[in-house]
């Protein structure tokens, strides 16, 4: 499978824990993007990397989350301090840049739910 | 990123054409209309996109009104499996937020069979 994957899928955690999720792009894919998703809303974007470098973060992406790219592969997604309004769907996606326009593929994402 | 208006929800008999509306007036001429899908538990899949000629691929077909200021996407003979939420979303092709996706309610699909 080529397809953007996600890792854990599902993930529970007690509220004040720390938790990281892994991202693994399409490999030819110079850029990866971070969204949140809470239940019957649409994707929220969070961040994005163009290669190792990360370009944009959301107002939503408070202190308490930070994401790499460190070797502009893999990308991981912290999250300090869980809160249950953190409870959500987190979806990765990447896309190559060429042209003008260039889509964005989604992996499965990660279910987070802060009991 | 323009903004962009879709029904909540809409039912398609299977075997039959999916025509989903989508308004989005104030859209700049520097911005695509994209298409994706979402099925339930999983991400978002990318359709389909197109600035002001009409589309079609394997999946769809775009069609955008000749002021651009809506559009529609057919699927053209609808499947139980093309039952999914689509969002209508609109992005400049380049500068400031052209890099990320910006995502409504979007369309619930359900197709009856």
């Known amino acids: 499978d080529t397809g953007v994957s996600q890792d854990p899928r599902h993930k529970i955690t007690k509220r004040g824990q720390n938790v990281t999720f892994r991202c693994d792009p399409i490999s030819e894919h110079n850029r990866l993007y971070w969204y949140r998703q809470t239940l019957g809303q649409g994707p929220e974007f969070l961040t994005y990397?163009?290669?190792?470098?990360?370009?944009?973060k959301s107002r939503l992406l408070s202190d308490r989350f930070s994401a790499e790219r460190p070797k502009g592969s893999f990308s991981t997604l912290e999250i300090q301090r869980t809160e249950q309004g953190d409870s959500a769907m987190y979806l990765c996606?990447?896309?190559?840049?060429?042209?003008?326009?260039?889509?964005?593929?989604f992996g499965p994402g990660t279910r987070l739910t802060v009991t | 990123d323009a903004k962009t208006t879709q029904p909540p929800s809409m039912d398609c008999a299977e075997g039959r054409a999916a025509n989903l509306p989508c308004n989005h007036s104030?859209?700049?001429?520097?911005?695509?209309v994209y298409w994706y899908r979402q099925i339930h538990s999983q991400g978002p899949q990318y359709i389909i996109h197109g600035l002001k000629n009409n589309e079609t691929n394997e999946m769809a077909s775009l069609i955008i009104t000749e002021d651009r200021k809506s559009s529609t996407l057919i699927l053209p003979h609808a499947t139980l499996r093309d039952t999914a939420v689509y969002y209508c979303i609109v992005r400049a092709f380049s500068g400031a937020g052209s890099y990320q996706l910006t995502f409504g309610k979007g369309t619930k699909l359900s197709v009856i069979p």
């Open positions: 990397f163009q290669n190792e470098a990360q370009l944009e």
């Open positions: 996606a990447s896309s190559f840049t060429s042209g003008v326009s260039y889509e964005q593929y």
């Open positions: 104030t859209i700049s001429g520097n911005e695509y």
